[in-house]
């Protein structure tokens, strides 16, 4: 069976209700508090799992409570393998200050993805095979993931890349992807360019494929195939967060299973609405068996 490596970051979302965005010198009083698992490799590996791929997440964590505490609640999702590598550093952490009127501000540490060696990046695509695809997110350093998409073309895997956050520049390493995921500001961000115009441009600027997402307006791809819109499913957005990681879970696994890039997207894009669907990051994720019910629906 193919197998999809996902080789990204995972952390500690921290979620805090607070009466008001915090002010310059100010001590907050957050109105509580709720931990979950995050991260954009950690999302994405997820759903992917759950999409039915056979996955091998691989992940840079601390040495610490947290990395136990991920490793837990990551032992009862269905990967395939799961690699959390033990660095230097803390466990990453996320704290999401979310106010009364909806606002929120996020404080991001990365300092575990960032420590990811080269030597590290290699040795988790050294396994891969001709039939397998290795996914990235932008949370690792440029040369950790520029080393792990050397090191899968060396064995004729396909590189998809998900091109959030966009922390460096990705323009060198289009030309290595079958894939690119840009979400609408990331894309104008790398071209300069919107919508359907930049995913010409990611196409142009080397990547076989390019899929620009837009929120309730679907999505874009530029490729062999020429250009396509692809429609979202409407529905009623409580909270966006993590239609992206849904949209690019689903949409790695089901490429990686034959599908087209139409059909793929069409389901990826039912899954990331679910996702809108309900508050949260990880809570909203769909489950596995909702994405078989997904799946069966669009397939009738
Ligand atoms: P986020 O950072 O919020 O996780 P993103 O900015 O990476 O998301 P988006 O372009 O907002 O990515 O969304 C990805 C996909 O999710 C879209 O292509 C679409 O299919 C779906 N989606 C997002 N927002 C909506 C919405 N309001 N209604 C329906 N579908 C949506």
């Known amino acids: 069976m193919s197998r999809l490596l996902v080789l990204g970051n995972a952390g500690i979302d921290l979620l805090c209700p607070v009466p008001h965005l915090p002010r310059a010198g100010e001590t907050l009083v957050a109105d509580g508090q709720a931990r979950a698992p995050g991260g954009k490799g950690l999302n994405q590996a997820v759903v992917a799992a759950r999409a039915g791929a056979a996955v091998q997440f691989t992940a840079p964590v601390g040495r610490d409570g947290a990395a136990e505490e991920l490793r837990a609640i990551l032992g009862a999702e269905p990967f395939a393998g799961l690699s959390l590598l ?6 990453d952490l996320s704290l999401l200050m979310v106010a009364r009127d909806a606002e929120n501000c996020i404080l991001t540490l990365g300092a575990a993805a960032d420590a990811l060696s080269v030597q590290e990046a290699e040795a988790a695509a050294a396994g891969l095979g001709p039939e397998d695809m290795l996914l990235l997110q932008g949370n690792l350093s440029f040369t950790a993931t520029e080393a792990a998409m050397r090191a899968a073309l060396a064995r004729g895997a396909r ?62 791809s530029a490729g062999a195939a020429g250009h396509h819109h692809h429609p979202a499913q409407p529905v009623a957005a409580v909270d966006t967060t993590g239609a992206g990681d849904t949209f690019c879970g689903v949409l790695a696994a089901l490429l990686l299973a034959g599908h087209t890039l139409p059909a793929a997207a069409k389901r990826a894009q039912r899954a990331a609405a679910l996702t809108v669907s309900r508050p949260g990051a990880f809570a909203a994720l769909p489950s596995a068996a909702e994405l078989r019910a997904l799946f069966a629906g669009v397939a009738a």
Do not use: F, I, K, Y
């Not at 894939?179 to 076989?208: C, K, P, Q």
């Open 159 to 220: 590189v998809m890349l998900n091109t959030a956050p966009l922390r460096w520049d990705m323009a060198p390493l289009l030309p290595l992807c079958a894939l690119v995921v840009a979400n609408a500001g990331e894309a104008e961000s790398l071209t300069g360019r919107r919508a359907a115009a930049a995913a010409e441009a990611l196409h142009r600027a080397g990547a076989a494929c390019a899929v620009v997402t837009l929120g309730a307006d679907g999505c874009v």
């Open 86 to 91: 033990p660095q230097d550093a803390p466990t």
